[in-house]
Structure formats: structure tokens, C-alpha cells
């Protein structure tokens, strides 16, 4: 990873798309369900812990229909965000502290952006704080027959004592249509507009299939790609959850091979194992062809204006945090292939002065002393963010003990495999 530090910021999403998606392979589940007879048709780990990334929300959700429905909130009801809310990590829908939009935008900005920022707001709006509506979401959980879930935050942001099963996930998923038929048809929601900027579902099976209507997605590194799906069907309608997918696609096609009959990715014949590992090979293959072609793209940017600074990492010298400042050190890239490409994550922030706060609020956790912080702006649909993270962690495991510290101050954090 460290070599290509000096491209675009533009070819940098490409690189870090392509180190998420195979630095670090979950662990897999899968359910489906015949809604009306209730028989179990399909069983791989569905009652062994994973993270729910994203599918959190469905709680959040939960809790606000149920507000809905006791009239403690309207679909008018204003939506307010804070410092807090605004700080969370992406996806995001925008909501900058003190604005405000409505409990009906809230919905779709949570079914269809996946957004952090407003789950965090809802849950100020709930409960006072997110900490506060995390226990009232595991107070739900046990209330609904989840046994085996446990809540931390409103988002799913990441966070390793928050885990739940894929039965857990069905459990819910049903309670959601059931409980609540008048909104649960806002899960088949394809686009939200906030502002100047309109967002598609990230599920990309309400798209192509007419009997699919929801519900959730949800990614982050320790999760893999999540899902949980309703699909009417002739012989049954089908609830489906699928978790620790090694890319969406590959999550929606074990949704698709479970509607039609075929048996998922991971139980299929050793002649089918490896033509379907070809199939992902070639895929491989072609993303790295991309990255050597925009790398080869922005040499020629070069030699053509030398004068041009290449922005994609800045770093910053390791400070204390009464010290620390903008300026970053002269670091010489060429030497980065010294230090290991295990990092932590510690937040994504609207400005590079919040990165660099958060890592300076971080920082007092961590035991080792020759980690250096940095910013990485990423462009989004939204602007830039600030990626605050630090590296020189000899291993992955001292990466994870590193966030386990971090955590206990309530601060976010993710291990990254950076090469």
C-alpha cells in the first residue's frame, strides 16, 4: 500500500476499495425461512455470533415505528443534528449540527443511505443519547426473542462487543413486517434527496427482482457484506439473511441461489468451488489492472506538471495531544516500506482540524510509542472526509488490542490491513 501513497486522491478510492474487500475474510452465515410454514430451508451457522454492521439499523428503525405508533414522535417531528451525530463516520447523509429534517426523511435516509448520522441523531432523539439507545435497543432485542444480540450504537459502526446471529436477524426481520405493516413497505424505498444530492438503495436486489421488498444491507470490515431480505414467493414467502459476504455481489447471488433452489457459494461440488474461485480470480485481476492503469495515469500527470503536490496521505508527526497541529513532517515516502501496514482507524471527520482532534484524543490509549498518525481525505458524495488513523502496529492482533483500548473510551476504532 505504502508504494502508491503519491497517487490521486481519485485513484486512492480505488486502492482502498480494493484492500477492504480481500484484507481480511469473515466468517460466514446464512438462513432462509417459508414465512407461512415457518420451515427452515436453508441453515449454514445462523445461531453463531457475527457483527450486524449496517443491519443495526433495522433496530433503530424498530424503535422508531414503535415511537411512531405510540405517538411519542410524528412523521413531522424534527429530526436534530449534533456535534456528535455530525462526527459519525460514513455513509452520511449530511446533517450538520443543528439542522434538522423530518422523522419521514429520517426513515429513508436510514433505509436507503444507510445513514450514521441521522441512526446517531434518531437515537439522541429516542433516548438522550446513543449510548443510552443502544440498552433500549438490547433491552428490544430480548423482548422480540433475539437471545444473542447485543447492541452498542444505532449504526452499526464498528464496535466488537456488538454482535448478533443470522437468527437473531430473522427474528427481526419478521417482527418488522408483522408489527408494523403500515411502514414497513418504506424498506422498498429505492432513492432519498437531501439537499442538492439524491442517493440509490445500496440493495441492489429491490432493483432486479420484483418479488424482493427490503430490508437491510450492511458492511464493515469484521462483517463482511450483510443482508436481510423478504421476497414473496408462490410456494412461500422467503426471509432471507446472509452474512460475512466476500463482496455484494457475491452476498446477493447466495440470496438469488437460495430463491431459486442452487446451493450457496461455499457448499458447492469441488468442480463448482473452482470455477466460481475463477470467476473471483478474474475479478481480482481486472481491479488490479485498474490500479496499474490509474497509477500509470497519474505518473503521466506528473512528468507532464512536476509542480503538481499529491495530496492522498499526509502525515503527521506522533504528538502529544496539548500539541498537536496541522503541520505535517517531512516523511519520506520512499522509506515507508520500513514500517508494517497495520493500521487503526479512529474516525472520519468533516475537516482534517476534527481528524486530527480525534486523533489526539485517541492517542493517551495507546501503549506503543513509535506509531505515526496521519489524514487520508477521501472524496465523497457528500465532500471530503478525513480518515484519522495511525500505523506501525507489528502485527494485526496488536492492531485489534490497540482498538479494544481505544473503545473503552468510547471512541470508534478499526483495524485495517494496509499493502
Known amino acids: 500500500m505504502f508504494r502508491i501513497f503519491g497517487i490521486f486522491i481519485t485513484c486512492y478510492t480505488v486502492v482502498l476499495s480494493t484492500?477492504?474487500?480481500?484484507?481480511?475474510?469473515?466468517?460466514?452465515?446464512?438462513?432462509?425461512?417459508?414465512?407461512?410454514?415457518?420451515?427452515?430451508?436453508?441453515?449454514?451457522?445462523?445461531s453463531e455470533l457475527r457483527h450486524p454492521a449496517s443491519l443495526t439499523k433495522m433496530m433503530t428503525l424498530y424503535m422508531l415505528f414503535e415511537a411512531l405508533r405510540d405517538q411519542k414522535v410524528t412523521l413531522e417531528t424534527p429530526v436534530v443534528g449534533s456535534r456528535y451525530s455530525a462526527d459519525r463516520a460514513p455513509s452520511r447523509l449530511g446533517l450538520a449540527k443543528d439542522e434538522q429534517i423530518s422523522v419521514d426523511l429520517a426513515i429513508d435516509a436510514l433505509v436507503v443511505r444507510s445513514a450514521n448520522d441521522v441512526a446517531a441523531a434518531v437515537a439522541e432523539l429516542l433516548a438522550g443519547s446513543e449510548d443510552a439507545f443502544a440498552e433500549r435497543m438490547t433491552v428490544k432485542a430480548r423482548q422480540l426473542g433475539m437471545k444473542d444480540?447485543?447492541?452498542?450504537?444505532?449504526?452499526?459502526?464498528?464496535?466488537?462487543?456488538?454482535?448478533?446471529?443470522?437468527?437473531?436477524?430473522?427474528?427481526?426481520?419478521?417482527?418488522?413486517?408483522?408489527?408494523?405493516?403500515?411502514?414497513?413497505?418504506?424498506?422498498?424505498?429505492?432513492?432519498?434527496?437531501?439537499?442538492?444530492?439524491?442517493?440509490?438503495?445500496?440493495?441492489?436486489?429491490?432493483?432486479?427482482?420484483?418479488?424482493?421488498?427490503?430490508?437491510?444491507?450492511?458492511?464493515?470490515?469484521?462483517?463482511?457484506?450483510?443482508?436481510?431480505?423478504?421476497?414473496?414467493?408462490?410456494?412461500?414467502?422467503?426471509?432471507?439473511?446472509?452474512?460475512?459476504?466476500?463482496?455484494?455481489?457475491?452476498?446477493?447471488?447466495?440470496?438469488?441461489?437460495?430463491?431459486?433452489?442452487?446451493?450457496?457459494?461455499?457448499q458447492l461440488t469441488e468442480d463448482q468451488q473452482i470455477a466460481r474461485t475463477a470467476d473471483l480470480t478474474k475479478q481480482k485481476a481486472a481491479e488490479k489492472q485498474e490500479l496499474a492503469k490509474n497509477k500509470a495515469t497519474d505518473t503521466q500527470a506528473k512528468e507532464i506538471n512536476p509542480s503538481v503536490e499529491v495530496a492522498a496521505l499526509e502525515i503527521e508527526k506522533p504528538v502529544e495531544p496539548e500539541t498537536v497541529s496541522e503541520t505535517p513532517t517531512d516523511f519520506d515516502l520512499t522509506q515507508t516500506a520500513a514500517i508494517q501496514p497495520y493500521?487503526?482507524?479512529?474516525?472520519?471527520?468533516?475537516?482534517k482540524e476534527?481528524?486530527?482532534?480525534?486523533?489526539?484524543?485517541?492517542?493517551?490509549?495507546?501503549?506503543?510509542?513509535?506509531?505515526?498518525?496521519?489524514?487520508v481525505p477521501l472524496d465523497t458524495s457528500r465532500g471530503v472526509v478525513f480518515r484519522a488513523r495511525f500505523i506501525g502496529f507489528e502485527t494485526m492482533k496488536a492492531a485489534f488490542?490497540?482498538?479494544?483500548?481505544?473503545?473503552k473510551n468510547k471512541i470508534e476504532c478499526m483495524a485495517l490491513i494496509q499493502k
Open 149 to 266: 444480540t447485543v447492541y452498542r450504537n444505532a449504526s452499526g459502526l464498528p464496535n466488537k462487543e456488538q454482535v448478533t446471529t443470522a437468527q437473531d436477524q430473522a427474528v427481526l426481520g419478521l417482527a418488522l413486517k408483522k408489527d408494523f405493516p403500515e411502514f414497513y413497505p418504506r424498506f422498498s424505498v429505492q432513492k432519498v434527496s437531501y439537499k442538492d444530492r439524491t442517493w440509490d438503495t445500496h440493495n441492489n436486489l429491490l432493483k432486479k427482482y420484483d418479488t424482493i421488498n427490503g430490508i437491510k444491507t450492511g458492511f464493515i470490515n469484521a462483517s463482511g457484506f450483510n443482508i436481510v431480505t423478504y421476497s414473496q414467493e408462490p410456494n412461500g414467502d422467503r426471509l432471507i439473511v446472509v452474512m460475512g459476504g466476500r463482496s455484494a455481489k457475491e452476498r446477493d447471488q447466495v440470496v438469488v441461489d437460495l430463491l431459486e433452489g442452487r446451493t450457496p457459494f461455499h
Open 343 to 351: 493500521a487503526i482507524q479512529v474516525g472520519a471527520l468533516p475537516t
Open 19 to 46: 484492500v477492504t474487500s480481500y484484507a481480511y475474510e469473515p466468517p460466514r452465515s446464512a438462513l432462509s425461512i417459508n414465512v407461512q410454514t415457518g420451515q427452515t430451508l436453508f441453515n449454514e451457522a445462523a
Open 401 to 407: 488490542n490497540a482498538c479494544e483500548l481505544i473503545e
Open 354 to 375: 476534527r481528524a486530527l482532534e480525534r486523533l489526539a484524543l485517541a492517542r493517551p490509549a495507546l501503549k506503543e510509542t513509535n506509531l505515526r498518525q496521519y489524514t
